[in-house]
């Protein structure tokens, strides 16, 4: 099946800086990716959904301007989380989206991100 | 409201045992996806169901979607501590080409040995 990876699987930043996620498609070109986050024990929440190309389309409630998504090439999505809080400690997902009749979706394997 | 109920929340069953998981929502769904997940990791994706009636099996986990595209099931039959996860139902709600999941709450599965 496709494989999506992301990077970093882990991240621990202060509060105040800046912080990178990458998520990539590594055996098929994804017109969308989808980010989403989890609570612990809680279920995945998107935070929005990103088109190559264009500006992604974010959930309500989720700040455009802190999180910032980038999608540059049909195989690499990014999130930076700005100006991070300890508040924005979570699990990040993402997923991409094959082309076609079913668009199924292809989940990476997260990122854990810890504020201090 | 949560547009999509999933049920139950917690599951403890004995090895060998059977069961079931539920997903429920109350508006007509375009696809009905099954994803497992281990605390921490990502999604492993288990099955998409998108007929009404539509019913698929892999190994001894069984998935069904109702004919009213309302409800689905997934049934794990003799139950082993591998199954042991979370269980995620996430549904495509919209008819536009992006399919959007909107996910259940999940459900934490324990097998005891």
């Known amino acids: 099946g496709a494989v999506v990876s992301q990077h970093p699987s882990r991240v621990i930043c202060k509060s105040g800086t800046s912080v990178k996620i990458e998520c990539r498609s590594l055996?098929?070109?994804?017109?969308?990716m989808f980010w989403y986050r989890q609570f612990p024990k809680q279920s995945l929440m998107l935070m929005a959904t990103?088109?190559?190309?264009?500006?992604?389309?974010?959930e309500q409630g989720v700040e455009k301007d802190k999180f910032l998504i980038n999608h540059a090439s049909l195989t690499l999505s990014t999130l930076t989380v700005t100006s991070a809080h300890p508040e924005d400690s979570s699990f990040y997902i993402c997923?991409?989206?094959?082309?076609?009749?079913?668009?199924?979706?292809?989940f990476g394997p997260g990122t854990r991100l810890t504020v201090t | 409201s949560q547009e999509l109920e999933q049920s139950p929340q917690s599951l403890i069953v004995q090895e060998g045992k059977n069961l079931t998981i539920n997903c429920t929502s109350s508006k007509t769904l375009y696809g009905l996806y099954w994803y497992k997940q281990k605390y921490g990791e990502g999604l492993i994706f288990l099955m998409m169901l998108q007929k009404g009636g539509e019913e698929k099996s892999h190994e001894k986990i069984t998935a069904k979607l109702d004919e009213k595209k309302q409800q689905s099931s997934l049934h794990i039959t003799a139950s082993q501590p591998s199954h042991a996860g979370i269980y995620l139902c996430?549904?495509?709600?919209?008819?536009?080409?992006?399919?959007?999941?909107?996910f259940g709450s999940g459900t934490q599965l324990t097998v005891l040995p």
């Open positions: 990103s088109n190559e190309g264009s500006k992604a389309t974010y």
């Open positions: 997923s991409a989206s094959l082309a076609g009749v079913n668009y199924e979706q292809y």
């Open positions: 996430g549904a495509d709600m919209s008819s536009g080409s992006a399919r959007q999941l909107t």
């Open positions: 055996d098929f070109q994804a017109t969308t």
